[in-house]
Structures are given as structure tokens and as C-alpha cells.
């Protein structure tokens, strides 16, 4: 049996509260997917009926050709990791990863050689006659993963694993969790609301919101081709700039045009504009795509006032004013800019990203250039 899972139209109903409402995905054997959104979208309720510890209301869960929605989860061949490590107390770290060998009764010498291998594998070789209550947060995840690891599982659950620990170990155990799949190669399904977490981990993010799968793809589609503004903004930091107006089309060229605004963006042809457009059009610009010339006026720049600098060390955070609105352009730190001054900015060629104003839904065109 491959590992690929297969989720169609799942619904779950808490009372009144639509935890999944229709829910369709597919996850390809061997891959790394993340489930993405805010909190109380419904991932972990997603993740437990992938483990069997939940039933759906409606539709159908199948692991390669094989429907499971009605099997236990033992059956599953899955393993979960989660936010609060779930391991018995009582137990030592050997004990805690040993726990569903033992359960399988597997021969002794079997089950100390596989804990050792996981163990070593996480280099925690050393804290395996600790109990959790004498280990750190980050080594009980440690713990947690090994008994995940150590059920050599067709597929890894994982719910916001990381979210306990602080900012740089949480930024290591992504980097490991990396290595091992890499090395493994186990279907991975993980959740989080951590958006730069999804980025840096996954072939394909899920994006949800309120039960629903808003788009589901790359790592670099989500962040390049997002559907709609609520992808757009929520992927992404700093957060993607927005601005209201218009399109402006004479001839070839196209122009986006608001209050004190007129934008150039290249052609329609560039564009990959459907003709023609939508009264009100939303325009998005990613912070790393505004160019920025500290001289005022130039060729195929519009003037901008600088409201606000926010240096972070690798890179200088600039507030623009353009007109009525404002963007956020990424500068190098060295870039020499006064508060109030004016600077040329235009927008990286094929980089601007259109939406439907009402809607909020992406216009059909191409945003790679
Ligand atoms: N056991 C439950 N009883 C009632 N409501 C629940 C239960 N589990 C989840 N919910 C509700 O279902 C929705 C989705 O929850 P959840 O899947 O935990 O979201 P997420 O993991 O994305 O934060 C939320 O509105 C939550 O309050
Ligand atoms: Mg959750």
C-alpha cells in the first residue's frame, strides 16, 4: 500500500460549528504537505480523522486505493506527533519510543535496536533512562518524534509540533524534521498557522479557512500565484501591500491608477490580462518587488514619500507613500534614505499582482514574469 492520501467533500459538524465543510485534497506519496491557516479552521480536525481518532460527518478518506475513513486507528500504519508531546510521565524516554513496539510485541532485541537507530537518529541516545519530567521541552519533542519514527509508518501527522518551543529551537527542529524526510522520504502531513514555518518546509501547502481548501500548491505558487487576496496577505512577510483602484489600459499599455496614483505596469500581453478588466481592480505588491531609487524622478519610476524605516539587519523595511496609499518595499540596509524623503519606486517587471476588487479573486494573469 503507497502512502498517498486522498481526502473528498469531508464535512464535520461540532452542533452549529462547520469544522470542515467540504473538504477535497490529495497528497502524493512521499510528500511534505503543510495544512495552513488560522486558528480554528479546522487542521487538527483534518489531522484526527487522517488518524482515525475522528469520524467525519461526510465524505471519504483513502490511503492509496484503499478507503479508510471506517478503519481504527491502529490500522492506519500512520504516526502523530503533537503540539504537546502526549508522552507518559511515568515512563522514561527508551520506554515512551519503545511503548507501540512492545504493544506489537516485537522481540526484545528488535525493540532495543530500533529505539537505538531512532534515537541516534535524533541524538538522544544519551537521555533515554530520562523521564520527560527531567528533559527540556525541545527533547521531549525529540521523544515524541522518535516514537513516531520508530513505528516506520506509511505516513507522519504532525499538529503544530514546534509551536512550544522558542523562536531559534523551533527554527532547528524545522531544519531536522527537513533532514529526515529528505532522508525517509515518509508522506508528511503537517500542520501549523505559522506562515514562514509552511514556506520553509513544504512541497505543497494547503491554504484553509473555515473548513474549505482555498488553494492548494508550491511552496513558490502559493507565494507567486496566490488566488485571492486572503492568500495573498496571509502568506508572506512583511505582509503583501494592497491597494484599491483601477486599470487603466491605452493601447498595449497598462497602468494602474488610484488616488495621486498612476502606476505603469507593463503590457497587456506581459500581463496576461484578460480583456477587458474589471471596474475595480485591487493591486498587490510583495515587499522584495518595489524597486526603490533615491532619486525622486527617473525613467519608469513614480515619486514616493518615505513615512517610516524599520532596519532588521539583512534588510531595511521601507513605509512608502504613493499618493493616498501605502506600500512596504525591501531596501539593502546600506541604502542611504531620510524620514520624508521622496524616492523613484516601480515595480519589478511581471511582479504586480492583480485582483477583482469585490471578489478578491486573482485576475488571470501571470505574476513570474
Ligand atoms: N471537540 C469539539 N467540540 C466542539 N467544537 C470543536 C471541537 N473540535 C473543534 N471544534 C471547532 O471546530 C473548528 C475547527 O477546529 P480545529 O480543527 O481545532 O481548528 P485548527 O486546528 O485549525 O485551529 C473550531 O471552530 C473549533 O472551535
Ligand atoms: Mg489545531
Do not use: W
Not at 497528497?27 to 487542521?43: A, D, M, R
Not at 475522528?54 to 481504527?72: E, Y
Not at 506509511?154 to 523562536?167: G, H, I
Amino acid at each position: 500500500m503507497d502512502g498517498s492520501l486522498h481526502l473528498r467533500d469531508l464535512t464535520r459538524l461540532y452542533g452549529k460549528v462547520r469544522a470542515l465543510d467540504g473538504l477535497s485534497l490529495d497528497i502524493p506519496q512521499g510528500s511534505f504537505v503543510t495544512l495552513l491557516g488560522p486558528s480554528g479552521c479546522g487542521k487538527s480536525t483534518t489531522l484526527s480523522i487522517l488518524a482515525g481518532l475522528d469520524r467525519p460527518d461526510g465524505g471519504t478518506v483513502h490511503m492509496g486505493d484503499q478507503d479508510i475513513t471506517r478503519t481504527p486507528p491502529n490500522e492506519r500504519r500512520m504516526a502523530m506527533v503533537f503540539q504537546n508531546y502526549a508522552l507518559y510521565p511515568h515512563m522514561d524516554a527508551f520506554d515512551n519510543i519503545a511503548f507501540s513496539l512492545r504493544l506489537a510485541k516485537r522481540p526484545r532485541t528488535e525493540v532495543e535496536s530500533r529505539v537505538r537507530a531512532v534515537a541516534e537518529m535524533l541524538d538522544i541516545g544519551h537521555l533515554l533512562r530520562r523521564k520527560p519530567g527531567q528533559l527540556s521541552g525541545g527533547q521531549q519533542q525529540r521523544v515524541a518524534l522518535g516514537r513516531a519514527l520508530v513505528k516506520q509508518p506509511l505516513v507522519f501527522l504532525l499538529d503544530e509540533p514546534f509551536s512550544n518551543l522558542d523562536a531559534a529551537l523551533r527554527a532547528r527542529m524545522r531544519t531536522e524534521v527537513k533532514h529526515l524526510h529528505l532522508r525517509l522520504g515518509t508522506t508528511s502531513v503537517f500542520v501549523t498557522h505559522d506562515q514562514e514555518e509552511a514556506l520553509s518546509l513544504s512541497d505543497h501547502i494547503a491554504v484553509m479557512r473555515d473548513g474549505r481548501l482555498i488553494q492548494f500548491g508550491s511552496q513558490s505558487e502559493i507565494y507567486r500565484r496566490p488566488r485571492d487576496t486572503y492568500v495573498a496577505t496571509f502568506v508572506g512577510k512583511p505582509r503583501m501591500s494592497l491597494t484599491e483602484g483601477a486599470l487603466d489600459v491605452a493601447g498595449e499599455a497598462v497602468a494602474f491608477v488610484a488616488e495621486g496614483i498612476q502606476l505603469p505596469l507593463g503590457t497587456t500581453a506581459g500581463l496576461r490580462l484578460a480583456a477587458p478588466p474589471p471596474p475595480r481592480v485591487t493591486l498587490g505588491v510583495r515587499a522584495e518587488d518595489l524597486v526603490v531609487r533615491t532619486e525622486a524622478a527617473g525613467e519608469g519610476t513614480v515619486p514616493a514619500v518615505v513615512r517610516l524605516t524599520e532596519p532588521i539587519g539583512s534588510d531595511t523595511f521601507l513605509e512608502l507613500g504613493i499618493g493616498a496609499a501605502t506600500f512596504v518595499a525591501r531596501v539593502p540596509p546600506d541604502l542611504d534614505v531620510a524620514l520624508g524623503q521622496t524616492v523613484g519606486v516601480r515595480i519589478a517587471p511581471g511582479r504586480a499582482h492583480l485582483f477583482d476588487t469585490p471578489s478578491g479573486q486573482r485576475l488571470e494573469q501571470l505574476a513570474d514574469g
